[in-house]
């Protein structure tokens, strides 16, 4: 079989003789070479590549929709401006329940230093 070495697409016979190689000598290329006669061995290499891509394409699941990795800058930016607004929030609310807590505490102080003066002023009367 000392045929001229093909470039380009396959055609549908040299494939078949593909397939019947690859099924004789598993992936010994050099044979498979021989058996097909119009190609090389790297090139039985690529299109062994290829045809085992192509079996792993039909044979998979049906993919999901993919979403993009990227997001948009003005979306980056109003999360930023969310958390700001969520921290800042936070934080008022943190210092306005400490000033609560102290206002309470100088109540409570207030209230009994009225005591204290009510009951001194009483035990003077």
């Known amino acids: 079989m000392s045929q001229r070495l093909q ?8 494939h078949k003789r ?8 598993g992936r010994n290329w050099k044979l498979i070479s021989q058996t097909v006669g119009t190609r ?9 590549q290829k045809y085992f891509i192509s079996l792993q394409k039909e044979h998979s699941e049906p993919t999901q929709v993919k979403v993009p990795n990227r997001i948009p800058k003005l979306l980056y930016q109003a999360i930023a401006h ?13 210092y306005k329940s400490e000033s609560q807590e102290e206002k309470e505490e100088e109540d409570d102080d207030d209230d009994d230093l009225v005591k204290e003066i009510g009951v001194s002023q009483e035990a003077k009367i």
């Open 18 to 25: 593909f397939l019947f190689a690859l099924q004789e000598y």
């Open 7 to 14: 470039s380009g697409r396959w055609t549908d016979e040299e």
């Open 82 to 94: 969310l958390q700001f607004a969520y921290l800042f929030q936070s934080m008022t609310d943190s």
């Open 40 to 48: 090389s061995s790297s090139q039985i290499k690529s299109h062994a």
